[in-house]
């Protein structure tokens, strides 16, 4: 992950968002200020940086501690998915997963109510995941559990690296669940008394336990990883926006007419905001680059001291 860049797109996502909002003077259930909620996603964008790190950092397993797994060692309720390994599953869950966190803000634009306050709305979707990849990330990048296909043949180069021992908690279910309910919650908060509103939760619901019964597919998480990804995600996505909410009743009737410009621009955001979750779980999951101490003499004799870069091709 490149945390220069990323926190780079974040200020030009709020920047571009909020202040245009708060020229309209669109109603709102929501209060937000850009000198309070930058620094903060600044910040938890600063902790996903360090979770990224502490997964690079972490001990491989070798090929003893593969070979000492023992599936009675699993507690009962995640016996069933050990050994469990398929790629079509994990291409599926990828898809159900990064599709999602580029439909939401996408389909939030095209929200009539969302419109006139858009900027805000992105700001807080960017907030509310970013407070999710710093949970996941400081946790995978401190927690060790092996993933469920080291307990049969498959995964080939998988097999090792720190990728291997990131199992807890479920990264897509959890980030997948932040973004649907998050959607949810805001289309409350802007349509209150909607009667699409149970079907909005009820997909809000389904999508991330979708992705979760493809992880487990997969061999990539057991079902308790997937549980608690399920429940960090929905608890961060509903709680980040109630906690903006103001005392205002929100009344649709001032909601100024939209535009469909301006809504294309919000794909456009959606879609950005997919490839950023994109590059950060290709960081996540290892390019082969690392960085670490190196010293020696060289081919004079004199001795040297620094850090080398390199990458595993």
Same mark, same amino acid.
């Given at each position: 992950?490149?945390? =220069? ?29 850009? $000198? ?33 797994? *023992?599936? +009675? %060692? ?9 050994? =469990? ?8 869950? *990828? ?13 939030? +634009? ?34 060790? /559990? ?17 990728? $291997? ?17 998050? +959607?949810?919650?805001?289309? #409350? ?35 308790? *990883? ?7 995600? $929905? ?6 926006? =109630?906690?903006? /909410? ?12 939209? /535009?469909?410009? *301006? ?21 996540? #999951? ?11 003499? %060289?081919? %004079? ?13």
């Amino acid at each position: 992950m490149k945390p =220069r860049s990323t926190l780079f797109l974040a200020g030009a996502f709020l920047m571009g968002g909020l202040l245009p909002a708060r020229a309209q003077q669109a109603p709102s259930p929501y209060t937000t200020r850009f $000198a309070v909620e930058a620094p903060i996603t600044a910040g938890l964008l600063g902790l996903s940086a360090t979770g990224l790190l502490l997964v690079q950092h972490k001990r491989t397993a070798t090929e003893a501690d593969l070979a000492a797994l *023992d599936r +009675a %060692n699993i507690p009962a309720i995640d016996r069933f998915s050990a050994g =469990r390994f398929s790629e079509r599953a994990q291409l599926l869950s *990828d898809g159900f997963c990064y599709g999602t966190l580029a439909l939401v803000p996408a389909l939030l +634009a095209f929200q009539p109510n969302v419109h006139g306050r858009y900027g805000q709305v992105a700001g807080l979707y960017l907030e509310t995941m970013s407070s999710t990849a710093a949970l996941f990330t400081l946790t995978v990048g401190t927690v060790y /559990r092996y993933r469920p296909y080291l307990y049969g043949p498959d995964g080939g180069e998988l097999r090792h690296g720190p990728v $291997a021992t990131d199992a807890f908690f479920g990264g897509h279910t959890a980030h997948t669940a932040t973004a649907t309910f998050f +959607a949810a919650q805001v289309f #409350h908060d802007f349509n209150p008394g909607s009667k699409a509103g149970p079907y909005v939760w009820g997909v809000a619901a389904a999508v991330p336990a979708v992705v979760a019964y493809f992880r487990v597919q997969a061999g990539k998480h057991f079902l308790t *990883d997937n549980l608690v990804g399920y429940a960090v995600g $929905a608890t961060v996505g509903i709680m980040v926006p =109630r906690l903006h /909410r103001n005392d205002t009743v929100f009344d649709p009737a001032n909601v100024p007419p939209q /535009r469909f410009l *301006d809504s294309a621009v919000g794909v456009g955001v959606g879609t950005a905001a997919g490839l950023v979750a994109l590059h950060f779980y290709k960081r996540l #999951h290892g390019t082969g680059v690392s960085l670490g101490p190196a010293q020696g003499v %060289n081919v %004079n004799g004199y001795a040297y001291g620094g850090v080398r870069l390199a990458r595993v091709l």
